[in-house]
C-alpha cells in the first residue's frame, strides 16, 4: 500500500512564502513524475506544477517566476517552495506521483489527502 503525506500548508499574507513537502511511504522502490495540483472553491483542479524523475520541470504559467517544485529522491519526497503568494493562490494543494509497481512496473497514480493554502490579509 503506497500513501502520499502532504504537510506545509497554512494561512499566510500576501507577498509571503510557505513550503509544501509531500512524502511517498509503502512499497515504493522508484517514482516516476511527481507534481502539485490545486482546487479552489468552485473551481476544477488544476496542474501547479510537475517534476519527472531526471529533474524536468514544468509549471503552470500562473506561477511561473514564483514556485519552485524539486523533489528528494532517496526519501520519495517533492517539495514545492511558495514564494511572493497572491489571495488568487488560495486553495487546496494536492501532490501527485505516479509510481511504478509489481515485476512489469505498471504505472497507478497516486493522491495526497490535500493541504489549504490560504493567503489572506
Known amino acids: 500500500q503506497v500513501q502520499l503525506v502532504e504537510s506545509g500548508g497554512g494561512l499566510v499574507q500576501p507577498g509571503g512564502s510557505l513550503r509544501l513537502s509531500c512524502a511517498a511511504s509503502?512499497?515504493?522502490?522508484?517514482?516516476?513524475?511527481m507534481g502539485w495540483y490545486r482546487q479552489a472553491p468552485g473551481k476544477e483542479r488544476e496542474l501547479v506544477a510537475r517534476i519527472t524523475s531526471g529533474g524536468n520541470t514544468n509549471y503552470a504559467d500562473s506561477v511561473k517566476g514564483r514556485f519552485t517544485i524539486s523533489r528528494d529522491n532517496a526519501k520519495n519526497t517533492v517539495y514545492l517552495q511558495m514564494n511572493s503568494l497572491k489571495p488568487e493562490d488560495t486553495a487546496v494543494y494536492y501532490c501527485n506521483a505516479i509510481i511504478p509497481i509489481g515485476p512489469f512496473s505498471r504505472e497507478y497514480v497516486y493522491w495526497g489527502q490535500g493541504t489549504q493554502v490560504t493567503v489572506s490579509s
Open positions: 509503502g512499497r515504493v522502490s522508484s517514482i516516476n513524475d
